[in-house]
Nanobody, 124 residues
Framework: QVQLVESGGGLVQAGASLRLSCAAS????????MAWFRQAPGKEREFVAA????????KYGDSVKGRFTISRDNAKNTVYLQMNSLKPEDTAVYYC?????????????????WGQGTQVTVSS
């Protein structure tokens, strides 16, 4: 059972940056592809970014390309989401997720493990 704990959310103004972290309990962390999703009130959970177990390949949702960067440190069992040029529409609860799949997937149903989420609020 993989346990995931997100941190780093907060309230920022538009244009600011934040870095989210997700710490995993799994010793074989590098065997999991990791992803970030987000969910705004009244909306479906949206794919943000994903990264392979080695960190060699990444994938981004269209709304965050060029502004967000996903990375991971397998020695620390942690995945990160660097968010730059934040916009009010980025406001959401951000979740990290893990999957054993070897390809990067943008659909929630392929992820077996989820964190509790961290709130990101961007004011205009």
């Amino acid at each position: 059972q993989v346990q995931l704990v997100e941190s780093g959310g907060g309230l920022v103004q538009a244009g600011a940056s934040l870095r989210l972290s997700c710490a995993a309990s799994e010793r074989t962390f590098s065997g999991y592809a990791m992803a970030w999703f987000r969910q705004a009130p009244g909306k479906e959970r949206e794919f943000v970014a994903a990264i392979t177990g080695s960190g060699g390949t990444t994938k981004y949702g269209d709304s965050v390309k060029g502004r967000f960067t996903i990375s991971r440190d397998n020695a620390k069992n942690t995945v990160y989401l660097q968010m730059n040029s934040l916009k009010p529409e980025d406001t959401a609860v951000y979740y990290c997720a893990a999957t054993r799949a070897v390809v990067l997937l943008a659909t929630t149903r392929f992820y077996n493990y989820w964190g509790q989420g961290t709130q990101v609020t961007v004011s205009s």
